[in-house]
């Protein structure tokens, strides 16, 4: 037998139980106080700006179906689920109406213990990482969000008095839930006037 192997199967146990146990407060000391207010009422927010949303807005009566499907129940899940490559659908909800745009690729890997999700295609692009709130079955997402050959090259700006991000105008606030198996949303950087989905599928 392998003298390695009963090394390597602890390894690989100890790797699978800290994704199977996020961070319950990590995120939590170092959100911007706005942000903390997008990250908790997100769903207040939808309901709100769909609620504003005039007769003559574009797509108007998708913002009822949209709404349906983020306040369906939310399942429990695990990070380990979380890992690997996604199809993501954009949904966009402001004063204008509700915009929806094609499929684009998206992944998720392990870096350092933590998730890092970044959204690889199309010209607006994301990149952060995924904490774990407590009994709430979520993940917080932290991050930037940039143009294609704008890369910010720094993490969220809470993270500066770590000496790890800067600047405020780019941070990217979001609440992920998981629907059903293989199905996910990601409610992105929600307002009183306007919010942000990410329907990711395998």
């Known amino acids: 037998m392998n003298r390695r192997l009963p090394l390597l199967l602890a390894s690989l146990c100890a790797a699978a139980g800290l994704l199977a146990q996020p961070d319950t407060a990590l995120w939590r000391t170092f959100i911007n106080t706005g942000d903390l207010t997008k990250a908790s009422e997100a769903l207040t927010y939808v309901k709100e700006v769909n609620g504003r949303l005039e007769p003559g807005a574009a797509n108007r009566a998708d913002a009822r179906k949209l709404e349906d499907l983020l306040f369906s129940?939310?399942?429990?899940?695990?990070?380990?689920?979380?890992?690997?490559?996604?199809?993501?659908?954009?949904?966009?909800?402001?004063?204008?109406?509700?915009?929806?745009?094609?499929?684009?690729?998206?992944?998720?890997?392990?870096?350092?213990?933590?998730?890092?999700?970044?959204?690889?295609?199309?010209?607006?692009?994301?990149?952060?990482?995924?904490?774990?709130?407590?009994?709430?079955?979520?993940?917080?997402?932290?991050?930037?969000?940039?143009?294609?050959?704008?890369?910010?090259?720094?993490?969220?700006?809470?993270?500066?008095?770590?000496?790890e991000g800067e600047g405020l105008k780019d941070d990217s606030v979001g609440v992920l839930v998981k629907k059903s198996k293989g199905r996910f949303v990601l409610i992105l950087d929600a307002t009183s006037t306007s919010y942000e989905v990410y329907e990711l599928t395998r």
């Open 73 to 163: 129940k939310s399942e429990h899940f695990t990070d380990a689920e979380l890992l690997g490559a996604w199809k993501c659908r954009s949904i966009q909800v402001g004063s204008l109406g509700v915009f929806s745009y094609p499929q684009f690729p998206l992944r998720i890997a392990a870096d350092q213990g933590r998730l890092r999700l970044e959204k690889i295609g199309g010209s607006q692009l994301r990149r952060g990482y995924l904490y774990g709130d407590g009994p709430n079955h979520r993940r917080v997402f932290l991050g930037k969000q940039f143009v294609r050959g704008e890369d910010p090259k720094t993490d969220y700006s809470g993270l500066a008095q770590k000496g």
